[in-house]
Nanobody
């Protein structure tokens, strides 16, 4: 059974940091982080190739967020620094075969973890 489990969300002040973790039950070609704010569509934040480590970021998080993976433990992380209120959203990890920031390219999803950034 395929399972993705996120953890590490929480409440933080602007300028602070959080590290999200995604635990996967299987190894996939690509793992991405996505977020969805209230009233907005889900959007891609970053992805990483689990074998070739190719990465890509949404423009607004470049230089602030870092995606990484630990294959031995089937874990993918999202280090989020210099958080801003506009980063507030439910964050999801997802897995699939395609290098893309389009949520529709991903087949398997976690349940999400809330990130709230206050002024």
């Amino acid at each position: 059974q395929v399972q993705l489990v996120e953890s590490g969300g929480g409440l933080v002040q602007a300028g602070g940091s959080l590290r999200l973790s995604c635990s996967l039950s299987l190894r996939f070609r690509v793992v991405g982080w996505f977020r969805q704010a209230p009233g907005k569509e889900r959007e891609g934040v970053a992805y990483i190739g689990v074998v070739n480590t190719e990465t890509r970021y949404k423009d607004s998080v470049k230089g602030r967020f870092t995606i990484s993976r630990e294959n031995r433990r089937e874990m993918v992380y999202l280090q989020m620094d210099s958080l801003q209120p506009e980063d507030t959203a439910v964050y999801y990890c997802a897995a699939g075969p395609t290098f893309s920031l389009d949520p529709d390219a991903y087949q398997y999803w976690g349940q999400g973890t809330q990130v709230t950034v206050t002024q």
